[in-house]
T-cell receptor, first 114, second 108 residues
Framework: DTGVSQDPRHKITKRGQNVTFRCDPI?????LYWYRQTLGQGPEFLTYFQNEAQLEKSRLLSDRFSAERPKGSFSTLEIQRTEQGDSAMYLCASSGLAEDNEQFFGPGTRLTVL | RKEVEQDPGPFNVPEGATVAFNCTYS??????FFWYRQDCRKEPKLLMS???SGNEDGRFTAQLNRASQYISLLIRDSKLSDSATYLC?????????FGAGTTVTVRA
């Protein structure tokens, strides 16, 4: 399968714990994006990378959130001191450098904070 | 006002019917628009890209009206498998801004 993959698919954690998610983009894609989606809403942009450079972060990304893409391939999203409001589906997408910006999404990581 | 707003539905249509719904956007500088399909608890899947006045792919037709700042999606000859949530998105400096989705249910 050459699509975007994410791990884990589900994560249940207790409030205050740290969690880390991984995303592997489509191999030839230079851009990688993180979005968050809650029930009844569309995905909301969190941050994006072009190769290893993090080029934009949303105001939604509080200082408890950090994302990395150290070698320009896979990316990790870490949430520290999780809160119940962090419960959501975390989606990763990737795209090439073309201006059409077609983004392809991975299956997501569903986070539940108890 | 949200950047992208959608007709929430739900649209409940019989098999074989035609269904159409709209999406309005607030940033007139937007160049690229997309329709994604999302099944329950799954990821969004790209359905169509809309760059100029519109696009057609089989039973699906998207129209872009820049003057009125809306995009529409029309599904002809609806199938049961078309039941899903349809998300409209616009591209703004590489990130996508999504609407909340339009739910379509096709009944036998």
């Amino acid at each position: 399968d050459t699509g975007v993959s994410q791990d884990p698919r589900h994560k249940i954690t207790k409030r205050g714990q740290n969690v880390t998610f991984r995303c592997d983009p489509i191999s030839e894609h230079n851009r990688l994006y993180w979005y968050r989606q809650t029930l009844g809403q569309g995905p909301e942009f969190l941050t994006y990378f072009q190769n290893e450079a993090q080029l934009e972060k949303s105001r939604l990304l509080s200082d408890r959130f950090s994302a990395e893409r150290p070698k320009g391939s896979f990316s990790t999203l870490e949430i520290q001191r999780t809160e119940q409001g962090d419960s959501a589906m975390y989606l990763c997408a990737s795209s090439g450098l073309a201006e059409d910006n077609e983004q392809f999404f991975g299956p997501g990581t569903r986070l539940t904070v108890l | 006002r949200k950047e992208v707003e959608q007709d929430p539905g739900p649209f409940n249509v019989p098999e074989g019917a035609t269904v159409a719904f709209n999406c309005t956007y607030s940033n007139s500088a937007s160049q690229s628009f997309f329709w994604y399909r999302q099944d329950c608890r799954k990821e969004p899947k790209l359905l169509m890209s809309v760059y100029s006045s519109g696009n057609e792919d089989g039973r699906f037709t998207a129209q872009l009206n820049r003057a009125s700042q809306y995009i529409s999606l029309l599904i002809r000859d609806s199938k049961l498998s078309d039941s899903a949530t349809y998300l409209c998105a616009r591209s703004n400096d590489y990130k996508l801004s999504f609407g909340a989705g339009t739910t379509v249910t096709v009944r036998a």
